[in-house]
């Protein structure tokens, strides 16, 4: 069982929105403004999306974004297209001797 | 170019040791803490722990502390993840990432395969 809580699967269409969700506590996602999204395709490393909660890293599309309310951070992907179709993950510090907690996998099919 | 390479797949037997590494190059090493990544087969990524480059101070997850053993060489900027007796359980990709402020994960290694078998 993950840390912190994200739905096993998404779907959305081409050209859609789709919104990945992922639920904490107070001792991590609601305590602090380090939540982190990574997009993971088959056979490739984890590559970060957003950071800090709404941060985007040079070269990440502006249709990644990034908010957090209360104990739950959201990434929202605009304008789905066909490549968008990975694993995603979220991670955030959580202020125990554990540091750093990643959520289960969210897998999204792009249809 | 800001990278991070990782050693390549092992194959090893239960109670065997290991010692996989991982360099960076295209920043100064010493300036980010380094953390590893653990992906069991199908399954999701687990934080291990971190390791800081220029004193070699590290933290572990509770879930790895006392199996794993973290360590750097800064004369090569290199970050090393060693065991001492492995499990069959210890099979899985092992990630090494670039730690930053937010203790966000920015530069990734590509990924070290361990598979332990009897």
């Known amino acids: 069982q993950s840390a912190l809580t994200q739905p096993a699967s998404v779907s959305g269409s081409l050209g859609q929105s789709v919104t990945f969700s992922c639920t904490g506590s107070i001792i991590d996602v609601g305590g602090y403004d380090s939540v982190s999204w990574y997009q993971q395709r088959p056979g490739k490393a984890p590559k970060l999306l957003i950071y800090a909660v709404s941060k985007r890293p040079s070269g990440i599309s502006d249709r990644f974004s990034g908010s957090k309310s209360g104990n739950t951070a959201s990434l929202t992907i605009s304008g789905l297209q066909a490549e968008d179709e990975a694993d995603y993950y979220c991670s955030s510090y959580r202020g125990t001797s554990t540091l750093v907690v990643f959520g289960g996998v969210t897998r999204l099919t792009v249809l | 170019e800001l990278q991070l390479v990782q050693s390549g797949a092992e194959v090893q037997k239960p109670g065997e040791s290991l010692k996989i590494s991982c360099k960076a190059s295209?920043?100064?090493?010493?300036?980010?803490?380094i953390s590893w990544v653990r992906q069991m087969p199908g399954k999701g990524l687990e934080w291990m722990g971190r390791?800081?480059?220029?004193?070699?101070?590290?933290n572990y997850s509770p879930s790895f502390e006392g199996h794993v053993t973290f360590s750097v060489d800064k004369s090569i900027d290199t970050a090393f993840l060693q065991w001492s007796s492995l499990k069959a359980s210890d099979t899985a990709i092992y990630y090494c990432?670039?730690?930053?402020?937010?203790?966000?994960?920015?530069?990734w290694g590509q990924g070290t395969t361990v598979a332990v078998s009897s």
């Open positions: 990432a670039r730690l930053g402020n937010f203790y966000d994960m920015d530069v």
């Open positions: 295209g920043y100064s090493f010493t300036t980010k803490w």
């Open positions: 390791i800081d480059p220029d004193d070699s101070r590290s």
